[in-house]
Each structure stands twice: as structure tokens, then as C-alpha cells.
């Protein structure tokens, strides 16, 4: 969002599929479908979802249109590459296991415009890096020191570049994955301060270094960790009010480069924390319209301007928040009340024209809603997944 160059903003176009309290669902048809074909030759088939916490939007081949990769319960990560208009698919099977949702990340790790794939379970980490064509994995054996769900964070928290994890465990010690592009170094970087709570931690280049630094907030206090390359220097600020659960957003909703928080509150009073390069300004926003699930509030830049927006759906209504860079210019869209269960919903630029879409996955269908984004309204369009798949 603050670099420019060739590659497509990631940054857009790479947030999970959705989060959220949302039961784990199977999605599409039942497996055993896919088999009926068996001994045929490829044959098109409609291709199911991953579980819940198993489908990640991103830029899987690096063309500026935000895909979805999906882990299937059978092995298979599937990939629905955006043509713009829908998705055409590819398969790959894969022989190492997935770590639970909370520990596995679809982010570009070895920076070559690209989003991988990561996964973490017991002492390996499995890394799914992506091609031209598919996925290459690489296995990488680790420490089983990870943190608890929620507390570990991907990250290029030495800046070389190479995304990074770091996991916080309760005693202050953060055990730090540094990644160099083929192999990891095992470091523990400390903290004397407490972690807030699993949705109020941020991981994110606050101040527009190239480094990536955590912020925790607790009670009344936001703790900045900011990295030097080779630990967190930690200031401890005052800083009350902070929205529920999932109602506080990282983004840079002032447009300066740099990264700020947003926090909602009931009644539509908000609070911005805009980071100023070494602190935080506080401002009391507002909107005037109410916020649906957690789940299914997003903060993104819904018209391309390079401000953060907010956009949060609620039955028949999206409530659509455009930051001017002091305030937002709020509008309610009216949208048919079809969406998928809370996991099934995410944004992304998915027809690469730099203003964030919804992406929708309902639960009876391997095509996706989109609702693409104008900038001032989303059309809503079905995209169909095209595509052979050789049955398993
Ligand atoms: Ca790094
Ligand atoms: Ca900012
Ligand atoms: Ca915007
Ligand atoms: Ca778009």
C-alpha cells in the first residue's frame, strides 16, 4: 500500500477468506462425487470448497486479479484463478498434512509477487510455494514452539524482504521464524509487556520502514513493539476505548503511508488512531449506520483512492464506509441477502481493477457471489468456476 512498483498490491488483494466465529462447513458437493468419474478420462467437475479457515484469497499467479486457494479435506489445494469475469481451476495434490486454520497463512513469503502458502503443525512448518503452475512444498523442520491460536503473526520482521513468523507465548518470549527465502532461522526476540486479546494484537509496518512491528492493545494501554531487525523496542502509550472483537480494524485510513487503527463502537461513535510516524493521533470518527456480524466487516480500500474503508454487511444491506481522510462518507448499497457463513466471505481485488470486491462462497454451489466494487456501489454477479479436474 506504501510501495510502489511492478508488483500487484498484495496488500489489496491477499486477506483471508473471511474470519469469524462461522461453524467449519464443507462447501459445494460431497467429495465422494468427485470419484464417480474414476477411470474416465478428465472430466469437468464442480469443484468443492475447502473447510472453514481453509480457503485463502490471494494473488496466486501474480496477475493483479485476487484468486482463491482452497485445502481440501483429500489433499488437493485447488486454486480458482480470476479471469476477471470467474474463476478457472487447477489442482495439485499435496502430501504433507495442514495445520489447524489459526496455522496456516497465504501470504508471499519469498516476495516474488506470488501468494504462497504456509502451514504449521507440531515441530514442521510445510511452505507451498507457488509457480507458474502449481505449488512447490518445501518441509522445513522447526521447533514446536508456536503460540497460542491468534498469537502468531506473519510478518517481515528483519526486513530482508522474506516474510517471517512470529509466535508470542505467554511468558513474554517471542519465538521468531526469520525466513530467508529457502530456510529459517530460529531466533527469540523477548517482551516485558502483556499481549492483548487474540483479535487485539496487529502485526503490520506501522511506521513505514519495510519492518514489520506488533501492536497490542490491553485495557488502557496499546503497547508499540517496534522492530529493529533484531528485536522489539516496546513504548507503553495510554489509550483507552477500544471496540469489541472484531470491530478494530488496522489500515491507513488517512492515506499517509502509514498505518492506523480504527475502532467501532456502538451507536456509531468510532476512535482512529492515526500513527503520525511516532505516536498516535487520536480521532473521534463516526458513522451513522449500524455494523453487521464481525465476520462480515471488512476494512479495505473499497474505491481505490489508497485510504483504508470499512464495508459491513448485514442481511440485505451493506453499510458502506469511504474514508475522505477525516471522516467517513457513509452509504447503505441494498444487495440480496445472499452470503456465504462467516469464514466464506472476504475481500479482495478480484477484477484487478484496484478497488476491493466481496467475495461470497454460499453454501450450496462451487461458484462464488461477487459483489465487485464501483466505488460507490457493488454489482452483484455470479462467478462461476470453470475447469477440468482429473478425479483423485
Ligand atoms: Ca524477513
Ligand atoms: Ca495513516
Ligand atoms: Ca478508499
Ligand atoms: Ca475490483
Request: charged share 20%; aromatic share 12%.
Amino acid at each position: 500500500m506504501k510501495k510502489i512498483n511492478l508488483k500487484p498490491d498484495l496488500k489489496l488483494i491477499q486477506h483471508q477468506w473471511g474470519r469469524g466465529l462461522g461453524l467449519a462447513t464443507v462447501i459445494g458437493i460431497s467429495l465422494s462425487a468427485l470419484n464417480l468419474g474414476a477411470g474416465a478420462m478428465a472430466q469437468r467437475v464442480v469443484a468443492p470448497w475447502g473447510e472453514g479457515g481453509y480457503n485463502w484469497i490471494g494473488d496466486y499467479n501474480g496477475d493483479g486479479k485476487a484468486d482463491v486457494a482452497s485445502a481440501l479435506p483429500d489433499g488437493r489445494i485447488v486454486v480458482r484463478r480470476s479471469t476477471g469475469r470467474g474463476f478457472s481451476i487447477t489442482a495439485q495434490p499435496v502430501s504433507t498434512p495442514w495445520g489447524s486454520r489459526q496455522y496456516s497463512w497465504a501470504r508471499d513469503f519469498n516476495n516474488d509477487g506470488r501468494t504462497d502458502l504456509a502451514t504449521a503443525r507440531e515441530g514442521n512448518l510445510y511452505l507451498h510455494l507457488s509457480t507458474r503452475t502449481g505449488f512447490e512444498t518445501v518441509s522445513i523442520a522447526t521447533e514446536n514452539r508456536w503460540g497460542e491460536p491468534g498469537y502468531n503473526w506473519v510478518g517481515d520482521f528483519n526486513g530482508d524482504g522474506f516474510l517471517d513468523i512470529a509466535s508470542a507465548l505467554p511468558n513474554g518470549d517471542v519465538v521468531m521464524r526469520l525466513f530467508d527465502g529457502a530456510a529459517i532461522q530460529l531466533e527469540t526476540w523477548r517482551v516485558s509487556t502483556p499481549w492483548g486479546g487474540s483479535e487485539y494484537n496487529w502485526a503490520e509496518d506501522f511506521d513505514g520502514d519495510g519492518v514489520t512491528d506488533l501492536v497490542a492493545a490491553r485495557d488502557s494501554n496499546l503497547y508499540f513493539h517496534r522492530s529493529t531487525k533484531t528485536e522489539f523496542e516496546t513504548e507503553t502509550i495510554v489509550s483507552p476505548g477500544w471496540g469489541e472483537s472484531g470491530y478494530n480494524w488496522a489500515g491507513d485510513f488517512n492515506g499517509d503511508g502509514l498505518m492506523d487503527l480504527a475502532s467501532a463502537f456502538r451507536g456509531g461513535a468510532m476512535k482512529l488512531r492515526l500513527f503520525n510516524g511516532s505516536g498516535f493521533d487520536e480521532e473521534n470518527w463516526s458513522v451513522s449506520t449500524g455494523w453487521g456480524g464481525a465476520a462480515y466487516s471488512w476494512a479495505d480500500d473499497f474505491n481505490g483512492d489508497g485510504l483504508t474503508d470499512l464495508a459491513s454487511a448485514q442481511e440485505g444491506n451493506i453499510y458502506l464506509h469511504l474514508s475522505n481522510g477525516e471522516q467517513f462518507d457513509s452509504s447503505t448499497v441494498s444487495t440480496p441477502n445472499s452470503w456465504g457463513q462467516g469464514r466464506f466471505n472476504g475481500t479482495g481485488d478480484f477484477n484487478g481493477d484496484r478497488k476491493a470486491d466481496i467475495g461470497a462462497a454460499p453454501p450450496d454451489s462451487s461458484d462464488a457471489i461477487m459483489r465487485l466494487s464501483s466505488g460507490t456501489t457493488f454489482e452483484i454477479t455470479n462467478w462461476p468456476t470453470s475447469g477440468y479436474l482429473r478425479p483423485r
